[in-house]
Structures are given as structure tokens and as C-alpha cells.
């Protein structure tokens, strides 16, 4: 769990650094989109958190039916969830911003509304993997998602942002292409063995 969330924590830090090569208003852009994409990536952790108790309790007491419902409603949630953020972060993309500062230079409002627009696509993979990463813990399927965060964050992630950022000159728009890339790759993974580990849980019952 720990390299799982190194994994993460670390790219995004050094997302953070790669923002500094672009200028003042590029940081400042990414630092409002980043609270935003955090301040509900909490919610989305906290539920994944409690899918984890949930299941490892069901799965301990070979609930399977209980375990399976409490994986399917912490989903939903999420999902529902993550959809309602993404909508409001892309429609009011332009006054967030004004939120942190009301006086902000039209360039920074600009930026920062390209970066909540991504980060609105974004938001919807972010949650997906947090919390079926939360169901998977659960289901004691940690070393497999352990290597799937280095490898998404770092070798994915990582090479998608510095090609697109610096490579071919988008900047802070390209550094978060590579947030979609990692987040996306990770939450389609994730979900592809949540239900795999579902279908082997249901095999060892029957």
C-alpha cells in the first residue's frame, strides 16, 4: 500500500516541479486546479477507504452476497459522485479560479480554466481507480496494483507529461495530458480486476 501511494504522490510532486519550467502563471494555474482535483479526490478516498473495511470484513466472513453489494454500492457512489464534480468543474471552470483570487490576470483565469477542463475529464478515472483500488486492498489483491501505480504513474504518466508539456511544447495543458493518461489507464485496470477477483471470490463459494 505504501509503494501505492508513493507511486502517486510523487508523480503529481514532481508535476508540480515540471510546472516551474513553464512560468509563473503556469504554476499558479496548476496549484488552483490541483486543490480543486484534491479537495474531491478526499471524498472519493474516504469512500475506497470504507469499500476496504467493508470487504475485507465480508470477505473474512465469507459473505460473499454482502461483500459483492458493498462493492457494487461503493462503485456507484463514486461514480455518481465523480460525475456530479466533473459537471461542475467544467461549467463553472472560469469562476473557480476567481474563487482563490478575485484579481487574477486574465492569463492565469484562462490557464487555470483549460487545466479544470482536463481536470474535469479526469476526475471521473481519479475516483474510478481510488476507490476499486480500495476494493481490491480489500480482496487482499495488493501487489498487483502496486506495480500498476508505478508503471501507470511513471512510466506512463511521466513520459506522456514531459512529451507533451516539453517535448511538444504544451506546457502545463500537456503535464496534465499526462494525469488523463496515468488516471486512465489505472482505473480501467483496477476495474478490469475488481471483477475478476469478484468472479474468483464467487467460484471459491460455489
Avoid at 455518481?80 to 466533473?86: V, Y
Avoid at 484562462?110 to 481507480?129: G, N, R, S, V
Amino acid at each position: 500500500i505504501a509503494v501505492q501511494m508513493v507511486a502517486g504522490i510523487s508523480y503529481f510532486s514532481f508535476a508540480g516541479i515540471m510546472m516551474g519550467w513553464f512560468g509563473s502563471f503556469s504554476i499558479a494555474a496548476h496549484a488552483m486546479a490541483m486543490n480543486v482535483a484534491s479537495f474531491t479526490y478526499l471524498i472519493a478516498s474516504g469512500i475506497g477507504s470504507g469499500a476496504t473495511i467493508r470487504i475485507s470484513n465480508f470477505l473474512g466472513a465469507n459473505k460473499f452476497h454482502k461483500l459483492e453489494v458493498a462493492a457494487h454500492s461503493a462503485s456507484l457512489m463514486t461514480l455518481g459522485f465523480a460525475l456530479m464534480c466533473s459537471a461542475l468543474i467544467y461549467f463553472l471552470r472560469f469562476e473557480i479560479p476567481l474563487l482563490f483570487l478575485p484579481s487574477l490576470e486574465n492569463e492565469t483565469i484562462t490557464l487555470a480554466a483549460k487545466l479544470l477542463a482536463i481536470c474535469a475529464i479526469f476526475e471521473i478515472f481519479d475516483h474510478t481507480q481510488i476507490t476499486t483500488l480500495g476494493i481490491l486492498r480489500g480482496l487482499q489483491d495488493v501487489k498487483f496494483a502496486s506495480v500498476m501505480c508505478l508503471a501507470s504513474y511513471w512510466l506512463v504518466g511521466f513520459a506522456v507529461s514531459y512529451l507533451c508539456g516539453v517535448t511538444f511544447g504544451f506546457g502545463a495543458l500537456g503535464i496534465w495530458c499526462g494525469f488523463v493518461a496515468s488516471l486512465f489507464l489505472t482505473s480501467t485496470i483496477f476495474v478490469l480486476r475488481y471483477f475478476r477477483a469478484l468472479r474468483h471470490c464467487k467460484k471459491l463459494v460455489n
